[in-house]
């Protein structure tokens, strides 16, 4: 027999290489070099060993290698979007954050929605927070505005964010399971951290399977402050509210979601702007005094506590719409560095000791995720208002100051000087009184872990109970060690009595006496709950 030539044995007019020419633009290594052979090593004879001078192949596989980064340690997974934010009522009356003055103004934005636990190809419709994480490139430096699609946190201090996250992910020893809730680690730490019950009610509700991300809330969680242009600071809370309205899923549904298209989330918001379907939220904002926050039954700086839409209403500013997908998913949805101290003049932190913790923690984290101190340079984290400092070097460095000044004060004069300072619009910190003693306490005003769980709980519609009762009888039968179910009964019943029964009867448990005992009197309690 014949055999055929190695083109021969290629197929279709025995073709092995595909050519530029015409409109056709030439392979090109890293350098511009033009690739003759894309095909085969460089090689000794037509049988013999790979040389080593090969620099083509050693650029090509040495890039291959070195793609992956790290992904995030908390929200890998994630989706974003570009769009615009449109003010359509000023707020120049309590800020002077310049991205609240004009009405009708349009300020391009980035948004990147997120799993919490789950590593980056974990399916779409797990039980979990979603991150609503929004970059405003607004004309006074980047507004990263880091938030959830719940308005309550797990914890109250930064301390503890370790520990909730290593107690969320997969167990160490087994590095499973893959979901947050559904396993001893997680309902043990829960069992013994009591601010979490708010959480937990939001948690195990509806909510955190949602529909799609269109029809997700977001919430900037902690309070914020304003600051206006005399230096007079109010407080603020922020809201997403989806055009959408807000749409959920149960759990049969994700279940079945997640096994058939695990990308269900992110499939349906790539279609629907594609469509021209443009999904758009409402910014809305609740803005209080000090007064009122002295006055407040909970103290507002403790981020798993809410502000009632009834005691303060939200007020509707502006709109967000996402109109544009990535041109690549990598170089903009993985790459983007939002980080809670990105803040504007006009807008500045509370005392909150979670956001504070946060504000240190996301510049580490992305200098470990992107590997430079300049991933500012990069184009999806570049402010797109006029910038100068006097920054430079470091890996990868694209932006050094030009000419030959780069410290000051310096006597270079205005045109060779560089950039100064600016005292008027510059970022200031609002000059908060602060005083006592440097200790390492949780204030008393942080204590009451259960009125909020239970205010939250009663308003639900009965279906929506029912689907909180049915979510905790599921995740704590997956527990397998009696004293976390049996503890975690214990809080239910400081949440609401007839829950608690509901959950320990599904779990074929007593209600703990003593917790029973402990309880607050019935006159304390809202009418629904029935236990006495
Ligand atoms: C992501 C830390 C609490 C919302 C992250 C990341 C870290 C982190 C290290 C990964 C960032 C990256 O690699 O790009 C913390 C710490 C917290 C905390 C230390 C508490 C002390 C919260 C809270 C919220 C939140 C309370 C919501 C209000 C987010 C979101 C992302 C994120 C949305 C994803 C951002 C993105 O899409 O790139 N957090 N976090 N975090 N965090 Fe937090």
């Known amino acids: ?39 085969n090593i460089l090689k000794q004879g037509t049988r013999g060993p790979a ?12 890039h291959f290698d070195h793609e992956r980064i790290p992904e995030r340690v908390v929200h890998a997974r994630g989706y974003g979007a570009h769009g615009y934010f449109e003010l359509t ?32 190809g974990s399916p779409d419709l797990a039980r979990d927070v979603r991150g609503f994480a929004v970059k405003l490139y607004t004309q006074e430096g980047n507004w990263d505005l880091v938030g959830n699609n719940i308005p309550v946190f797990f914890i109250q201090d930064a301390m503890k964010f370790p520990d909730l996250i290593h107690a969320a992910k997969p167990e160490p020893d087994r590095d499973f399971p893959q979901a947050q809730t559904a396993h001893d680690n997680f309902w043990d730490f829960i069992s ?33 402050r304003f600051v206006d242009s005399e230096g007079k600071s109010i407080f603020v809370k922020f809201h997403w509210k989806p055009k959408q309205g807000l749409q959920s899923v149960v ?65 509707i500013v502006g709109r967000l719409v996402l109109d544009r997908v990535v041109d690549n998913f990598f170089a903009e949805t993985e790459q983007v560095a939002f980080m809670t101290q990105n803040v504007p003049p006009g807008i500045d932190f509370s005392n909150d000791p979670l956001l504070q913790g946060r504000n240190f923690s996301y510049l580490d984290t992305q200098i470990k995720r992107l590997g430079s101190t300049n991933f500012t340079h990069l184009p999806i984290n570049a402010p797109k208002c006029p910038m100068a400092h006097f920054q430079q070097d470091g890996h990868m460095a694209m932006r050094n100051p030009k000419g030959r000044v ?17 005292p008027v619009r510059g970022f200031t910190s609002f000059a908060e009184t602060v005083d006592g003693p440097k200790q390492r306490v949780r204030s008393e005003s942080f204590a009451d872990h259960y009125s909020q769980a239970r205010q939250f709980f009663i308003s639900q519609a009965p279906s929506e109970q029912k689907h909180i009762g049915d979510a905790l009888v599921f995740e704590l039968s997956k527990v397998e060690r009696p004293d976390i179910r049996s503890r975690t009964v214990s809080h239910l019943i400081h949440v609401d009595a007839a829950l608690a029964e509901t959950v320990a009867d599904g779990l074929g448990i007593g209600l703990p006496e003593a917790a029973v005992a ?4 019935i006159d304390d309690l809202p009418p629904s709950n029935s236990l006495s």
């Open 192 to 224: 013994l951290t009591p601010e979490s019950m708010h959480m937990i009610m939001w948690i195990m509700s509806d909510r955190t399977i949602p529909r799609s991300l269109r029809t997700i809330e977001g919430f900037g969680v902690h309070s914020f």
């Open 406 to 422: 780069n410290y000051e004060p310096n006597s270079w004069g205005p045109t060779q000087g560089g950039p100064r300072e600016d």
């Open 518 to 521: 402990a309880r607050a009197p």
């Open 251 to 315: 759990w049969n549904e994700a279940v079945k979601i997640n096994g058939a298209d695990p990308d269900f989330h992110r499939r349906d918001l790539w279609d629907a702007i594609n469509a021209g379907d443009f999904p758009e939220w409402e910014l809305g904002v609740q803005l209080f005094d000090d007064a009122f926050a002295d006055s407040f039954d909970f103290d507002i700086l403790d981020a798993t506590k809410l502000i009632p839409e009834e005691l303060v209403p939200v007020r």
């Open 89 to 120: 009522e000023s707020l120049a009356d309590v800020t002077r954050a310049d991205v609240f003055q004009r009405i009708g103004e349009r300020t391009p934005a980035f948004v990147r929605f997120s799993t919490v636990a789950g590593s980056k």
């Open 1 to 39: 027999a014949i055999l055929p030539t190695y083109a021969e044995a290629q197929g279709s007019g025995g073709e092995t290489h595909q050519v530029a020419g015409g409109d056709i633009a030439p392979l090109t290594t890293q350098h511009g070099i033009p690739v003759a052979d894309d095909q």
């Open 51 to 62: 040389l080593l001078e090969d620099a083509h192949f050693r650029e090509k596989m040495f």
